[in-house]
């Protein structure tokens, strides 16, 4: 796993007189906490989102559905990196870096450029109403990010008085199911932090969807590896 880690780092272009970086990472706990650091911390610090304004430090986090998100300061040269799964997205992980990074290194909004990595998409990321119901009680516009898709079933569509009940209104209804678009979740935090539409990116890959070439947790049922998102200043 370090071969690994410092042969991505090299192919980075991460590395000063041939010595790769050294390498900050997170134990990751689906947070809004996000650390400050200016080199290696001695333990791993637990948390989800990491800020850096000093050359020739790496941070990072690893998803494998969940978005990694990486946020650039080029005025100040400045870094954050964020791992936003449901529950953060929900914490407003990363409005909260940008608003750490203008406490910290004084980064102005209108100057932040974002990007946001793979990570499970629209089309394949099904949750329950109790994270429906979570969102909507925390964004004005909770209700915009989910869709619903209601079971077909055609021979119920067919025969339809087959399956008519005793109880009003007379028919079973096919259970619904909803789909979190995790991405236009944080599109929306970002603008919401002040940072300009045109500065955004979203790699819109789905990893339940492009599994040959990315990691799923749910759709491999937990047993799959992790992909990494990292960001660092050139020295």
């Known amino acids: 796993m370090e071969w690994n880690r410092a042969a991505f780092l090299r192919a980075l272009g991460a590395t000063s007189s ?3 970086w050294p390498l900050v990472n997170l134990r990751q706990i689906h947070s809004d906490i996000i650390h400050h650091v200016a080199g290696v911390p001695e333990q791993t610090l637990a948390g989800d989102g990491l ?3 000093t050359p020739g430090l790496m941070v990072g ?6 978005l990694p998100v990486v946020i650039l300061d080029p005025k100040t040269r400045a870094v954050g990196v964020f791992h936003a799964g449901w529950r953060g997205t929900l914490r407003r992980i990363v409005e909260k870096g940008a608003g750490e990074m203008r406490r910290h ?6 100057d932040l450029q974002a990007v946001i990595g793979p990570g499970i998409g629209a089309c394949c990321y099904e949750v329950g109403e109790e994270v429906r119901g979570q969102f909507e009680s925390q964004f004005e ?3 915009e990010l989910f869709r619903e898709v209601k079971e077909s079933d055609p021979v119920r569509e067919r025969y339809p008085l087959l399956f008519l009940t005793a ?3 007379g028919h079973i209804e096919l259970p619904v199911h909803l789909f979190l678009n995790l991405v236009e979740a944080n599109r929306r935090q970002l603008r919401a932090a002040g940072v300009p539409a045109k500065n955004i990116q979203a790699l819109e890959l789905c990893t339940a969807c492009y599994m040959e070439q990315l990691f799923s947790h749910r759709k491999e049922n937990g047993r799959t590896g992790r992909m990494m998102g990292v960001a660092g200043i050139q020295p």
Request: charged share 25%; net charge positive; hydrophobic share 40%.
């Open 51 to 53: 800020i850096t304004a």
């Open 18 to 20: 041939r010595k790769v």
């Open 61 to 66: 986090v690893l998803t494998a559905d969940c």
């Open 105 to 110: 290194f004084g980064s102005r909004a209108r």
């Open 141 to 143: 516009y909770g209700a």
């Open 167 to 169: 109880r009003a209104p």
